[in-house]
């Protein structure tokens, strides 16, 4: 069964750090662009940051460019988000997401396979 799982969510105060996990299992990622999303309420989901499956290539979003960073370790499975100076307007779900195709873009609709979302809440 195919299988991401996200962790690294939680409660951090503004100007606070988290790093954010995405796992997989009954897969490897090494042939996967990988995409992190969020949505927060009342939102539409948002493409956050993606990365190539040779970690060669990355995007980001406007809105975390230069507070975030996205890197993957193929043989751990796992990417990563670590995610710097945190606003209250991060506020969200995050989700991963895996990209057969391998174009790491941050459209949703590119992405085959989602994981369930961690929560990552900025407040003082």
């Known amino acids: 069964q195919l299988q991401l799982v996200e962790s690294g969510g939680g409660l951090v105060q503004p100007g606070g750090s988290l790093r954010l996990s995405c796992a997989a299992s009954g897969f490897t990622l090494d042939d996967y662009a990988i995409g992190w999303f969020r949505q927060a309420p009342g939102k539409e989901r948002e493409g956050v940051s993606s990365?190539?499956?040779?970690?060669?290539?990355?995007n980001y979003a406007d809105s975390v460019k230069g507070r975030f960073t996205i890197s993957r370790d193929n043989a751990k499975n796992t990417v990563y988000l670590q995610m710097n100076s945190l606003k209250p307007e991060d506020t969200a779900v995050y989700s991963c997401?895996?990209?057969?195709?391998?174009?790491?873009?941050?459209?949703?609709?590119?992405?085959?396979?989602w994981g369930q979302g961690t929560q990552v809440t900025v407040s003082s």
């Open positions: 990365i190539s499956s040779s970690g060669g290539s990355t």
């Open positions: 997401a895996a990209d057969s195709l391998d174009v790491a873009a941050l459209m949703a609709y590119e992405y085959d396979y």
